[in-house]
């Protein structure tokens, strides 16, 4: 059985829970892992990626590079993924 403390589970989180979020698109200026690790430290809590622009392959390098970001920063982050929806003109 796996000896699992509390202290462990809560390590990197903030005492006090803040109940503002903040809300960061991501895009080819903020897509480096020290940007990301810099977002994070600054209190980015949740990562859009703008499914509008760019292929889903460059979406999928910048959502590996926000994991990495977490893991070196041990800090959580929400992805939010913003779809192309239909167009009204």
Request: proline share 3%.
């Amino acid at each position: 059985m796996a000896n699992i403390q509390v202290d462990d589970i809560l390590a990197g989180t903030p005492a006090v829970q803040c109940k503002t979020k903040i809300v960061c698109t991501l895009g080819p200026k903020s897509a480096e892992l020290c940007i990301m690790e810099d977002l994070l430290r600054a209190g980015m809590s949740v990562a859009r990626f703008n499914f509008s622009h760019g292929s889903h392959e460059y979406h999928q390098g910048t959502l590996n590079t926000l994991r990495q970001a977490m893991l070196n920063t041990r800090l959580m982050c929400a992805v939010l993924l913003d779809t192309k929806g239909p167009e009204i003109r």
